[in-house]
């Protein structure tokens, strides 16, 4: 089954306790992706990459680091965790064709709480 | 000015009237618009997307209607069921590449029966 997975579904933690959130897709995506879903918000962007060893900055990566070692694999790191990081988290992944770009199939979420 | 405006925040029909849900943008390198719906507790999900050489697309009781000269574009939903009570987002891919997606803060629909 075509899928993209991610765990912890559920996390509570303490400030400062670095923590890692895994993602994996099995579609063979070049593009991966995280948000963060707050209410009132919607979905923002945290980190994004286009392929292994290409990440790049969305538009709220500040706490938060990435890596693409496998084209597979797109783990969250939250180094330091804070408070303002409790949220829903998404990963997602989508194909790329000729620059194009296509549908978003996101990880079922993480639901972090950060005391 | 890269974000995407959504109106409104919330939307009550009933059952069998229309729903519309428009979204504005300012930055006019962009070349695809996609519509999420996200039930609750799960995640969102393609319902619909638009590619800036057309200007509408319908399946079944679902259009998108894009105006790239006003910058905004429509999600219609017609003949509403209560199954279609959802958060509905839109967004819009921008950057040099068109490598970031930005959506929408969402749009509350709720279906009376």
């Known amino acids: 089954e075509a899928q993209v997975t991610q765990n912890p579904r559920y996390l509570i933690t303490v400030t400062g306790k670095k923590l890692t959130v895994t993602c994996s897709q099995n579609?063979?995506?070049?593009?991966m992706s995280w948000y963060r879903q707050d209410p009132g918000l919607g979905l923002r962007q945290i980190y994004y990459?286009?392929?292994?060893?290409?990440?790049d900055k969305g538009d709220v990566p500040e706490g938060y680091k990435v890596s693409r070692k496998e084209k597979r694999n797109f783990p969250l790191i939250l180094e330091s965790p804070s408070p303002n990081q409790t949220s829903l988290y998404f990963c997602?992944?989508?194909?790329?064709?000729?620059?194009?770009?296509?549908?978003?199939?996101f990880g079922p979420g993480t639901r972090l709480t950060v005391l | 000015g890269e974000n995407v405006e959504q109106h409104p925040s919330t939307l009550s029909v009933q059952e069998g009237d229309s729903a519309v849900i428009k979204c504005t943008y300012s930055?006019?390198?962009?070349?695809?618009f996609p519509w999420y719906k996200q039930e609750l507790g799960k995640r969102p999900q393609l319902i619909i997307d638009?590619?800036?050489?057309?200007g509408e697309k319908k399946d079944q009781r679902i259009a998108v209607t894009l105006n790239k000269t006003a910058k905004h574009f429509s999600l219609h939903i017609t003949e509403t069921q209560p199954e279609d009570s959802a958060v509905y987002f839109c967004?819009?891919?921008?950057?040099?590449?068109?490598?970031?997606?930005?959506f929408g803060t969402g749009t509350r629909l709720l279906v009376s029966p």
């Open positions: 967004a819009r891919w921008r950057g040099t590449g068109f490598q970031k997606l930005v």
């Open positions: 579609m063979n995506h070049e593009y």
């Open positions: 997602a992944s989508s194909w790329v064709e000729n620059l194009s770009y296509n549908e978003q199939f």
């Open positions: 638009i590619r800036s050489n057309v």
């Open positions: 990459s286009m392929n292994v060893e290409v990440t």
């Open positions: 930055d006019s390198a962009s070349n695809y």
